[in-house]
Each structure stands twice: as C-alpha cells, then as structure tokens.
C-alpha cells in the first residue's frame, strides 16, 4: 500500500440528480467562445474557427449555492453553460460515437475575473487567474442521460436580481458537444470523470456582493445563486 507523506487531497465529488451515488470529476475544461453573439461581444470573429479550450480545477466547481465575490478584482463576470460529465473516454473519439462516452448534463457557470483574464490577453498570457480561481465554477446536480437525454437544444436564461441578462439556446452552439468531445480527445486522453463547460450565450456581465444570479437551463432545471 502507497504510503502518503502528505494527507492525500479529497476526490472532488458531484451530486448526481435523484441519486445516492456522487460523480467525481478527473479534470474540467471548458471552451470559449462556443455562441456567434457571444464571440461578436467580446470583439471576435465568430466563424467557424477552430474551437479553443481553458481548464479549471476540479476543486474550482462549487456545489454550496454561493458565490462568494473573489479578491483581486473589481470586474467578476457570470456566464452561463452547459456542463457535461463523461462517463468513459479515449484519444480520437469519433463524433458519431462521441455521445456515447456521456454521463450526463448539469447547470454551471464560469464565473471570470474579467479584469484580470482582460490583462492576460493583451500580454499574450496564459487565462489562469481570470479563470481558475477558488469556487468560479458553481454548477448544479448531474442529470443522467437516462433521466433527460441528450441536450442539443433548449433555452439558456441567466438573470441577475429578476433581470433577464442572457438568454440563448443550446442549438446556437457552434461547437456541438459530440464535436468538442471529439475535438478534444485529438489533443487529450479523456478520461470517466472529465467535465466539459460548453461556452456562453451573449449578454456576460458583471456582478457585485449582494447580488442574486439565477440560471437556468431547459432540461436541468434552474439554480439561484447569491453573490456573497
Ligand atoms: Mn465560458
């Protein structure tokens, strides 16, 4: 038996909707500008180029319901995704095949430290510490494919304090989820575990302390989440 010299970090788990039984997630990625609207507000051009992709930390996705406001900056951004839960992978999954190695779908953000992600760019730098930082990816329970399915389409509706901010479809994509399993898995081995954030639809902004997010995905219900 492996003897740690250190207490081994904890596994970092999902609740998995309607079950006892958690999901542990092995890595997160998370791809960018996924919605033509969304590509066109941040000042690009939303052809179909080819897709890009950032990871966060598993110990990133929170499950407490709260967002708490991050230090170090003064512009925190909501977007709104889809998350999707493999339960099986490999290297070269073919597209007509990628659905396949699915486990399931859950309401996530990736909340952004816009500000600092804004500064990493312009220097060419890696997107880290716009992104990866304590508790910026809330997301809900996993709902199995045996429970609801594939989601290639559905509306997309975030709200901040009643407001609507943004809305979409699932069917807006321009990388669809069994492409960005494909495309990933050229680059990476996939794994069980691995988790995808499938992009924003346009309308991300910011928030401040105090504020409530409510998100919701048709297919996955709705979370309310406030800005703590
Ligand atoms: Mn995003």
């Avoid at 977007?79 to 990628?98: C, P, Q, R, S, Y």
């Avoid at 639809?201 to 928030?207: A, F, M, N, Q, R």
Wanted: aromatic content about 8%; glycine content about 8%.
């Amino acid at each position: 038996m492996t003897k740690l010299a250190i207490q081994a970090p904890p596994v970092v788990t999902l609740p998995i909707a309607s079950s006892e039984e958690m999901f542990p997630v092995r890595r997160v990625y998370c791809i960018g500008r996924n919605y033509a609207a969304h590509a066109l507000e941040m000042g690009h051009d939303p052809d179909r180029e080819p897709p890009f992709f950032f990871q966060k930390n598993p110990n990133n996705l929170d499950t407490t319901g709260e967002f708490p406001y991050p230090p170090k900056t003064s512009d925190v951004h909501y977007e709104i995704e889809m998350a999707v839960a493999l339960k099986t992978g490999g290297h070269n999954i073919a597209v007509a095949d990628a659905l396949n190695h699915v486990f399931g779908y859950a309401l996530s953000l990736d909340m952004t430290r816009r500000d600092l992600q804004g500064e990493q760019k312009k220097a060419g730098r890696p997107w880290e510490i716009g992104k990866a930082f304590e508790r910026s990816a809330p997301i809900g329970p996993i709902h199995t494919v045996e429970s609801v399915g594939h989601l290639d389409s559905g509306r997309v509706e975030l709200k901040v304090n009643d407001e609507v901010k943004q809305e979409g479809d699932l069917n807006q994509m321009i990388w669809k989820v069994p492409e960005m399993i494909s495309y990933l898995s050229d680059y990476f081995e996939m794994a069980a575990g691995d988790v995808i954030l499938s992009g924003t639809p346009s309308g991300v902004g910011p928030i401040v302390k105090g504020d409530v997010m409510q998100v919701s995905v048709e297919g996955l219900g709705s979370m309310r989440i406030p800005v703590v």
